[in-house]
Nanobody
Framework: VQLQASGGGLVQAGGSLRLSCAASGSIDRVNDMAWYRQAPGKQRDLVARVTSGDSTNYADSVKGRFTISRDNAKNTVYLLMNTLKPEDTAVYYC???????????????WGQGTLVTVSS
């Protein structure tokens, strides 16, 4: 089972980007999905999370600008980022709690990260 993130890039301040992260492999169920980010020299922080029931929560710094959503049929989570600021520059990582086929319990899986750079 793996997560593949995409959609990062270079954008000017005030612009928008949409990140995608798809889970693949022998999956029974995908529970919580989330996006984190890590700026150079800083710790990795939660940006947004969506549960299997579509409840969401956001970091205060992105509320009103970012929207997390998921497509359960595709095992994919999205992050729509609007009104981007230079301080949003970071590597963005997706994370999912996944029940694998043939295993009990759930596994905590991370994607490989995608770089978002916002120029001023």
């Amino acid at each position: 089972v793996q997560l593949q993130a995409s959609g990062g890039g270079l954008v000017q301040a005030g612009g928008s980007l949409r990140l995608s992260c798809a889970a693949s492999g022998s999956i029974d169920r995908v529970n919580d999905m989330a996006w984190y980010r890590q700026a150079p020299g800083k710790q990795r922080d939660l940006v947004a999370r969506v549960t299997s029931g579509d409840s969401t929560n956001y970091a205060d710094s992105v509320k009103g600008r970012f929207t997390i959503s998921r497509d359960n049929a595709k095992n994919t989570v999205y992050l729509l980022m609007n009104t981007l600021k230079p301080e949003d520059t970071a590597v963005y990582y997706c994370r999912a709690q996944i029940r694998k086929t043939g295993y009990s319990g759930q596994f905590d899986i991370w994607g490989q990260g995608t770089l978002v750079t916002v120029s001023s």
